[in-house]
């Protein structure tokens, strides 16, 4: 594998955990979705195609080895003390929502080697260009799935675009994600259109991606299975997984929800057939 690890996935499918998986482990860091990478998408999405976008990013990645590798503090989503958060969100007592309780701190990783592992998360932009990054060969991309209801149930917990059946950062290289976004119909089918599209990028490049079901992963985290070696996963704290915080759906949703993923979905049944 190479030493430029990118992780993606559908969003509250677990890849946070995956990146304290990856930052835990010996002579790596892990960076949770850099807003200077999607900044730069931003400016460049009217500008140039795809495949450009990847070729700075590819720099970009040089940069931040650079940075690391000379003490340069980069600001980095993590917990206070600086360790790798599992998780964005917690559920907050008065009301309904999960909250973020993660914000940016000056991130340094002192006594990397020159040949560093680098893991860097994010969910929509990188699948936004999903097809340029595959194609380049120059990183090891890992992707997870996770069941639709639960995937799909967690969104409605948050008050981000998702919670809309929108994903901004996956618009700007993706015309059929910002067309989603703008069509009129319920949001729960829309969320579930999302969805599926999602599963449909990713299993389309299913040969050239280590793409896992999240609940799969869990599995092999807890029996610490052989294979997690070849996604550069070698040293596993399982004591990480127990601090997820998955939470209890309302069943209603949870009904309607699936009765929506069985009318609408289609790509995304080869990986969740019910």
């Given at each position: 594998m190479t030493r430029n690890v990118l992780l993606t996935g559908i969003p509250r499918c677990g890849t946070t955990l995956l990146t304290a998986f990856y930052d835990r482990q010996a002579d790596a860091a892990a960076l949770n979705e850099p807003q200077w990478q999607y900044d730069a998408m931003m400016r460049l999405k009217d500008a140039v195609p795809a495949e450009d976008y990847v070729k700075w990013l590819i720099g970009d990645l040089a940069d931040i080895r650079r940075k690391l590798l000379h003490g340069v503090p980069l600001p980095e989503r993590r917990a206070a003390d600086g360790t790798?958060?599992?998780?964005?969100?917690?559920?907050?007592?008065?009301d309904k929502e999960s909250r973020e309780v993660v914000s940016a701190v000056p991130f340094t990783r002192a006594g990397l080697s020159q040949d560093?592992?680098?893991?860097?998360?994010?969910?929509?932009?990188?699948?936004?260009?999903?097809?340029?990054?595959?194609?380049?060969?120059?990183?090891?991309?890992?992707?997870?799935?996770?069941?639709?209801?639960?995937?799909?149930?967690?969104?409605?917990?948050?008050?981000?675009?998702?919670?809309?059946?929108?994903l901004p950062a996956?618009?700007?290289?993706?015309?059929?994600?910002?067309?989603?976004?703008?069509?009129?119909?319920?949001?729960?089918?829309?969320?579930?259109?999302?969805?599926d599209l999602l599963?449909?990028?990713?299993?389309?490049?299913?040969?050239?991606?280590?793409l896992?079901?999240?609940?799969?992963?869990?599995?092999?985290?807890?029996?610490?299975?052989?294979?997690?070696?070849?996604l550069g996963l070698k040293e596993i704290d399982a004591s990480l997984i127990a601090e997820r915080n998955l939470g209890?759906?309302?069943?209603?949703?949870?009904?309607?929800?699936?009765?929506?993923y069985r009318r609408y979905a289609d790509a995304a049944k080869a990986?969740?057939?019910d």
């Open positions: 790798a958060v599992t998780n964005y969100y917690r559920a907050h007592a008065q560093f592992m680098l893991a860097v998360k994010h969910n929509g932009l990188y699948l936004g260009v999903l097809d340029a990054l595959a194609a380049s060969g120059e990183f090891t991309i890992v992707a997870l799935v996770r069941h639709p209801v639960g995937a799909i149930a967690s969104w409605n917990e948050v008050n981000v675009p998702i919670r809309q059946g929108r996956a618009e700007g290289y993706w015309p059929e994600i910002g067309a989603l976004a703008a069509a009129p119909m319920e949001i729960l089918e829309k969320q579930v259109r999302l969805y599963c449909a990028r990713l299993l389309q490049h299913r040969q050239r991606i280590h896992l079901r999240y609940e799969d992963f869990l599995a092999m985290i807890r029996s610490r299975h052989s294979s997690l070696a070849a209890f759906y309302d069943a209603a949703l949870t009904e309607r929800i699936a009765r929506c990986l969740y057939p």
